[in-house]
């Protein structure tokens, strides 16, 4: 028996300094950061809490935090979204569907403040995450942003819409196996997101490696 059908877990907002400061704990933990330069202020999460963002986690049934996500409003020409910063699993909790708890979570936070479009960022080199985002979720890379943490840090830039059930991927589409070389890479998802295409699905290949699949935008 795996322990996701022993254990009972529960999404929660997170509303007390003790929480804030045990998500900063649970954040470092997972990204094995050492450096406080790097660290979470858990004061910011209380800000963020107080004032229309989403801190949410996720207690197991001893009421340990065992998973934990952060965002806040930003707003473009397009209208306010929701973007969420970031989320985080215990190391001996991933791939018991507590990610998608977290992002559902998110979504009713963002929701209750009126938002109706969430974004994140994902490193489009790994191949589970895009797919967790594109082919479980629903959401849809519309942008590129190329070494947006410094050098190596090439992110996709993805938006879900939260009033809407999970779109069909569409007929037709553009194939994209994904190259060894993060240059390629970089320059073939810049080059069909210039061409008014959208990444709707990543999915794993027969031989290992994995492919996205690009579709013209579904929505303005």
């Known amino acids: 028996m795996n322990r996701i059908s022993e254990v009972s877990f529960r999404a929660v907002s997170l509303t007390t300094a003790a929480r804030f400061a045990e998500a900063s704990t649970l954040y470092r933990e997972v990204f094995g950061y050492l450096d406080p330069a790097y660290g979470l202020n858990p004061r910011l999460l209380g800000a963020l809490a107080s004032n229309g963002g989403s ?106 819409d939260l009033t809407r059930e999970q779109p069909a991927v569409p007929a037709g589409l553009t194939e994209l196996v994904v190259p060894a070389d993060a240059g390629e890479l970089r320059r073939s998802f810049e080059e069909l997101l210039a061409k008014g295409l959208i990444a709707v699905s990543c999915r794993r290949l027969a031989d290992g490696t994995g492919a996205y699949y690009f579709g013209p935008a579904d929505d303005a």
Not at 61 to 84: I, M, Q, W
Not at 108 to 121: I, K, Q
Not at 139 to 158: E, Q
């Open 55 to 160: 801190v949410v986690g996720i207690l197991d049934e001893n009421d340990l935090l065992v998973a934990f996500a952060y965002g806040f409003c930003g707003t473009d020409r397009r209208g306010f979204y929701h973007y969420s910063q970031s989320a985080v699993v215990a190391s001996d909790q991933q791939g018991h569907g507590l990610g998608r708890m977290l992002k559902h979570a998110q979504r009713e936070v963002a929701l209750s403040h009126g938002m109706s479009r969430m974004r994140w960022t994902y490193d489009p080199a790994q191949i589970r995450n895009a797919h967790f985002n594109l082919d479980v979720l629903g959401a849809r890379g519309r942008w590129f942003a190329p070494d947006m943490y410094g050098p190596g840090t090439d992110r996709v830039i993805v938006e879900w």
